[in-house]
């Protein structure tokens, strides 16, 4: 059985990344979740997950997610593709019946996907993700599952984490990566034509993107459809729900340091943050 010191108090959402991409994610969430109290947990002392193997990325999130069920959480977020893709049904299948049976952990994928079909005109789909998302198939499979017409082409992207992680986004140097991985994304299937940024490090390197790609193809950001998603989540389980807190604050946690983790969140959120360190085993 458990041995998690676990409450039954209401508390804040969970919001897990390896390092700033969830923040993405958290942005949309607040703006359109307001009301509820939010834990952000960045591991960015061991950012990128996106290199690392499935036995590693399943034990760092499970540690994440443990962590974020300790602190209060009852429904967690994976706000990373990575950790979706490698950790999240084993938590569901596996850990939750029996470290916390009555919480929730969701991922990023499957809302994302659920939207090919009323974006998509032709139903090539590209797809730029870290090595480990493309590596695993998740986006296949679901695609697979929802619209099994449409084509997916994967292009790994092992360059713009790093980037990011660095502050290199808004500099040029980041340009020659971005261009280099949407020429191979267009040399493989020229006739993709929507994109997902299928890691939610990738947003920040938005404009960039958008730059590069031709102007005809759509790109897919996961934050609105995952808020959105969380929304109609939420109404369809009272039971979740009244288990979120709702004061409208923001926790940060970071495995690094605080004062950096700070200074980044609060260029992406638009407001000064402050975060706290902590540490695992
Ligand atoms: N933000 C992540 C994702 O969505 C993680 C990237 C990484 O740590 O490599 O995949």
């Not at 209060?72 to 049904?89: D, E, F, P, Q």
């Not at 990738?202 to 759509?218: E, G, V």
Request: charged share 20%.
């Amino acid at each position: 059985m458990s041995s998690l010191k676990l409450s039954n108090k209401p508390g804040p959402i969970g919001i897990f990344d390896s390092g700033y991409g969830g923040l993405t994610i958290l942005r949309e969430i607040r703006q359109r979740l307001p009301r509820f109290d939010y834990m952000y947990l960045g591991d960015n002392a061991r950012a990128p997950y996106g290199n690392r193997s499935f036995e590693i990325v399943y034990k760092f999130t499970l540690q994440a997610v443990k962590y974020l069920f300790e602190q209060g959480c009852h429904l967690v977020i994976l706000a990373c593709n990575t950790a979706s893709a490698k950790a999240l049904r084993t938590i569901q299948q596996h850990d939750l019946p029996v470290i916390a049976p009555d919480r929730r952990v969701l991922g990023v994928i499957r809302p994302t996907v659920e939207q090919l079909g009323t974006l998509s005109n032709n139903g090539n789909i590209g797809l730029f993700a870290t090595q480990g998302t493309i590596t695993s198939e998740s986006y296949d499979m679901e695609i697979a599952k929802l619209f099994p017409d449409f084509k997916l082409t994967g292009v790994a992207c092992p360059m713009w984490v790093p980037l990011i992680e660095n502050n290199e986004a808004d500099r040029p140097g980041a340009d020659y990566f971005v261009k280099q991985e949407i020429d191979r994304l267009l040399e493989k299937s020229p006739e993709v034509d929507t994109v997902i940024l299928g890691c939610t490090h990738y947003p920040i390197l938005y404009k960039k993107i958008r730059h590069y790609l031709p102007d005809n193809i759509k790109i897919i950001s996961q934050g609105q459809i995952v808020a959105e998603s969380l929304a109609d989540y939420l109404k369809r389980h009272p039971e979740i729900e009244s288990k979120c807190s709702q004061n409208g604050t923001s926790t940060f946690l970071t495995t690094e340091q605080p004062e950096k983790f700070a200074e980044m969140a609060t260029l992406f959120l638009g407001n000064d943050i402050k975060a706290h360190k902590i540490t695992f085993d």
